[in-house]
DNA sequence: CTGAATCCAATCGGATACTG
DNA sequence: CAGTATCCGATTGGATTCAG
């Protein structure tokens, strides 16, 4: 996605969007899910996406997930730091869209083997 | 959303964002939303989205959907043209997801009557 | 370990004008 | 009606380096 700032503006009655926003941008719907499970520090969260994304972008993710409220954003006062990325109530009412889409995910990749081969190499 | 191209490429076992391919993009999840209902020609789907969207970004909306194989494009040689945009049985296939997100959307809506003033005025 | 800062190419997406 | 063509600012997202 991508757009002025889509901070959930939309027009009225457009569902569809408000519910796009959150989820929109390269990481985030992947992030959610993976938070659904658990509670993560940061680079637990980067070893789950495989490590394909880059510091730069978790943190940019990360961040405005926190800004629209969906994820809470825990910071230890130690040395070394860390820093723990857990699911707001708002950010779990996201799961049953989460699911839906794991669902279809997971049926269209079975249906499209050839499709997703890229990063298996 | 917004990367290279992202044609499904996916890491191997990444649902998620197998399924937020096809719905990446500033309009795409409205417009297959919308499709769900019936058949659209080109500019009664722009007056859907209240003509928020200019002609170019719906056309290469729409493209960009054909080509993944979610909307089928059937051309009328006719003088004027006509165009009608319809699922295909893998669009359809994206219902339930559609409709996970119009739900939270909903909801979502109704909580937060303030974040979504923007357009309305 | 969890970032912030900087640089930069590529893309996005709006505005506008034109066409069969 | 359903596009195409062009211009252009804004945003994306990767790479790399630095820091507490």
New interface residues.
Partial sequence: ???KKR??????G???????AP????WK??IL?HLLEKTYRFNELQRK??S?VTQRMLVKQLRELEEAGMVERKVYAQVPPRVDYSLTEEGR??E??????????????AR?PD??A???A
């Avoid at 901070?7 to 009225?12: G, R, V």
Wanted: glycine share 6%.
């Fill in positions: 996605m991508v757009m901070n959930f503006e939309c027009a009225p457009c569902s569809i969007e408000a519910a796009l989820i929109d941008g390269k719907g992947v899910f996406l495989n394909r009412s996201l049953p869209v989460l699911r839906a889409l794991w669902s279809w995910g997971t049926d269209w990749m499209n499709k997703q890229k990063t298996a």
